[in-house]
């Protein structure tokens, strides 16, 4: 376990995960203001449906190489430096995407970005080096929460400083302001944050990423949470990729409702991340909350094949955002307690990675299913998501196994 500061560091003040979380939480506002205004910026090239979707797309690619990468580098260098290095990266890209030429330079520098910012794995390393494991639940909760308040201010800045009748340049604006929220991140992170680990801890022989993965894909417990993160990543982002289109389809809403709607979910997603999961895992364990989240979300898109519009419609997509919110934090607490301590930014990376490549492949298979049956892709989410619920009883069993047995 790695419930214990690393041999030869000072030890972690209490505030030190929260204070990263604080500080990422600017780099995370940055995010929120770029992604509503992509399908605006991408039309300002005039890119036809397909290549707005490679924007999209290019950012998880790079960040299913990148949270592996930087994973494995976090654990021989230090999360510090990565931290480091991975936004500079991103605050560039930010930078270099106001002045893209056309269409396919944007792509390549989303990619690129995503690559850079495929740096979560850093962060849930960090979390788990200076937490115990009975607190890193609530602590992961509390990044998830960050992340979702970003998304809600972020796109209310962009749209306010966004000016889409210019064309590209109209951009520029908010692309600067995450640039240099970007910018403010790193120094935040120079001055306000101590580095973790210790080189000393980094020194032992890492395989690489593929054999990596082979010993993660065989292991009991792992092994079965990172196949859950792709069942249930999967059948969520293609919900939330086709949400619009199935909304204007059977309510004709536009984007001013579907706004609205993404707006209580996130409060939702936030809410119970900040308040509810952290002590609900602490009280009836992460095994249990994380098979009772993934039951919260097979109902829920279930239930939305029925819904008649309105409230009913948004508070059902908030309560899937509840089971999401409920569960996910769990993943990477349970897989930071069972992993070998030295590689934790590697092991962690890896199931980051199966979740970026779940937000490749669920749209693509949800933009399949959708012409064909509209709501379709709810049924397929909850079709998919129902088998998770035995993959995280069966991984929590196997936790409590190797607990007793004092295994890691």
Same mark, same amino acid.
């Given at each position: 376990?790695?419930?214990?500061?690393?041999?030869?560091? &000072?030890?972690?003040?209490?505030?030190?995960?929260?204070?990263?979380?604080?500080?990422?939480?600017?780099?995370?506002?940055?995010?929120?203001?770029?992604?509503?205004?992509?399908?605006?910026?991408?039309?300002?090239?005039?890119?036809?449906?397909?290549?707005?979707?490679?924007?999209? &797309?290019?950012?998880?690619?790079?960040?299913?190489?990148?949270?592996?990468?930087?994973?494995?580098?976090?654990?021989?260098?230090? %999360?510090?430096?990565?931290?480091?290095?991975?936004?500079?990266?991103?605050?560039?890209?930010?930078?270099?995407?106001?002045?893209?030429?056309?269409?396919?330079?944007?792509?390549?520098?989303?990619?690129?970005?995503?690559?850079?910012?495929?740096?979560?794995?850093?962060?849930?390393?960090?979390?788990?080096?200076?937490?115990?494991?009975?607190?890193?639940?609530?602590?992961?909760?509390?990044?998830? @929460?960050?992340?979702?308040?970003?998304?809600?201010?972020?796109?209310?800045?962009?749209?306010?400083?966004?000016?889409?009748?210019?064309?590209?340049?109209?951009?520029?604006?908010?692309?600067?302001?995450? &640039?240099?929220?970007?910018?403010?991140?790193?120094?935040?992170?120079?001055?306000?944050?101590?580095?973790?680990?210790?080189?000393?801890?980094?020194?032992?022989?890492?395989?690489?990423?593929?054999?990596?993965?082979?010993?993660?894909?065989?292991?009991?417990?792992?092994?079965?949470?990172?196949?859950?993160?792709?069942?249930?990543?999967?059948?969520?982002?293609?919900?939330?990729?086709?949400?619009?289109?199935?909304?204007?389809?059977?309510?004709?809403?536009?984007?001013?409702?579907?706004?609205?709607?993404?707006?209580?979910?996130?409060?939702?997603? @936030?809410?119970?991340?900040?308040?509810?999961?952290?002590?609900? &895992?602490?009280?009836?364990?992460?095994?249990?909350?994380?098979?009772?989240?993934?039951?919260?979300?097979?109902?829920?898109?279930?239930?939305?094949?029925?819904?008649?519009?309105?409230?009913?419609?948004?508070?059902?997509?908030?309560?899937?955002a509840v089971g999401q919110s409920v569960a996910w934090p769990n993943v990477?607490?349970?897989?930071?307690?069972?992993?070998?301590?030295?590689?934790?930014?590697?092991?962690?990376?890896?199931?980051?990675?199966?979740?970026?490549?779940?937000?490749?492949?669920?749209?693509?298979?949800?933009?399949?299913?959708?012409?064909? @049956?509209?709501?379709?892709?709810?049924?397929?989410?909850?079709?998919?998501?129902?088998?998770?619920?035995?993959?995280?009883?069966?991984?929590? %069993?196997?936790?409590?196994?190797?607990?007793?047995?004092?295994?890691?």
């Amino acid at each position: 376990m790695s419930d214990t500061a690393p041999q030869g560091a &000072s030890p972690p003040s209490s505030m030190a995960a929260p204070s990263l979380i604080a500080v990422i939480f600017i780099n995370m506002l940055g995010f929120g203001i770029i992604v509503p205004l992509l399908p605006f910026y991408a039309k300002s090239f005039d890119a036809p449906p397909w290549q707005i979707a490679l924007i999209f &797309s290019a950012y998880s690619v790079g960040a299913f190489f990148g949270e592996p990468f930087w994973g494995r580098l976090s654990d021989k260098y230090g %999360r510090k430096p990565l931290l480091i290095s991975t936004i500079t990266g991103n605050c560039l890209c930010y930078l270099a995407l106001a002045f893209a030429p056309n269409i396919w330079a944007a792509f390549a520098i989303r990619l690129l970005g995503g690559l850079a910012a495929g740096n979560g794995a850093v962060i849930q390393g960090y979390i788990a080096d200076v937490t115990p494991p009975e607190k890193r639940t609530r602590l992961l909760s509390y990044q998830g @929460a960050a992340w979702n308040v970003g998304l809600i201010f972020g796109p209310m800045v962009g749209g306010i400083f966004a000016h889409p009748d210019a064309g590209p340049v109209g951009f520029r604006l908010p692309l600067f302001m995450a &640039s240099g929220l970007a910018a403010l991140c790193v120094i935040g992170i120079m001055v306000f944050i101590r580095e973790s680990k210790t080189r000393e801890q980094a020194i032992t022989h890492r395989p690489s990423r593929w054999s990596a993965l082979g010993d993660v894909v065989r292991h009991p417990i792992i092994g079965r949470l990172m196949l859950l993160t792709f069942l249930v990543g999967f059948a969520f982002t293609g919900i939330e990729s086709t949400f619009g289109l199935w909304a204007q389809a059977r309510f004709q809403w536009g984007p001013r409702e579907i706004g609205v709607c993404f707006a209580f979910v996130g409060v939702a997603a @936030a809410v119970t991340q900040m308040f509810v999961t952290g002590r609900l &895992s602490e009280r009836f364990g992460e095994g249990r909350m994380l098979a009772v989240g993934m039951g919260i979300t097979v109902l829920s898109a279930a239930g939305q094949t029925m819904s008649p519009g309105g409230g009913v419609t948004i508070a059902l997509m908030c309560l899937t955002a509840v089971g999401q919110s409920v569960a996910w934090p769990n993943v990477g607490s349970m897989i930071s307690q069972t992993a070998d301590p030295h590689r934790q930014g590697q092991i962690l990376g890896l199931n980051n990675a199966t979740g970026a490549l779940a937000r490749v492949v669920g749209p693509f298979c949800a933009g399949l299913i959708f012409p064909v @049956a509209i709501d379709g892709p709810f049924i397929l989410g909850a079709l998919v998501v129902a088998p998770a619920i035995f993959l995280a009883l069966a991984a929590s %069993r196997r936790v409590a196994a190797s607990r007793a047995d004092g295994r890691p």
